[in-house]
DNA sequence: TGTTGATCATGC
DNA sequence: GCATGATCAACA
């Protein structure tokens, strides 16, 4: 596997970005001599790793965005064929415990999506994983009302969290952002508090964005696109 | 058949 | 277990 270096600004960043536009992942892949897997069934991550490889993102599990002295967090994004989310998109874990003090301002969200790279790629089952596309890479940055948006469902669930809430939350609270399981398997767990106060022990769980928001993301910059054009 | 809840791999 | 990267797949 072939090391690139870390962009050293946001131009080379959208250029290396730019320049796999339209390429399938075998072929960026064969590029950096990494091996392509049948399928994504037991390499779920393999998509995004991939991407943050090519484009020079320091790997690791540090919490932070993948080009921190950037202030620009990377996000796969797999989409059908007409360019619709095929999936929600993981932002960060929920801080289940020791969560007085953080605001929305202090979040993990407000700061992973304060400036995302989203880099739409073919994922429906149909398409050999090798000959998926890469499409056009689209810096982002939530609008006033996108963070006022984020900001009410970041709030009503860590409420509910505070509130020692937690195994009432499900998938359907929250109208952009939600919270689910985040967890190698069903065994994992980890400490929150009950309607009462006391210690208990629960799954893990993660934010995640609905489709429906990172379907608004795509479409604002293609009709951008269109905009420039006309 | 779309969503919700569950799960896979890896490093430390 | 947690943080990284996410998608799978059971079931409503």
Redesign the pocket.
Known sequence: MKTISAPKNEVELMQRALSIAGYTLAEIANSIDVSVPC???????W???L??RYLGADAG????Q?FAHLGI????L?VNRVGYPL??T?V??APLVANHGITWQTSHVRYKLSKVLWIPIE?E?SIPLAVRRVGMPILWQPNAEQEQQLKNDWQELMDMIVLGKIEHI???HGEYL?I????????????AYNESGELIMT??R?FYLK?QFTAQILSDFLAEVHRVHR
């Open positions: 399928n994504l069934q037991r390499h779920k991550g998509v995004g790793t991407i943050e599990s540090k919490a932070q993948d967090e990377l996000k796969t797999p999936e929600t993981f960060s874990i994922g089952r499900t998938a359907r939600q689910r399981p985040k967890a190698a398997n069903g065994q994992a767990l980890t400490e799954r893990p993660g489709k």
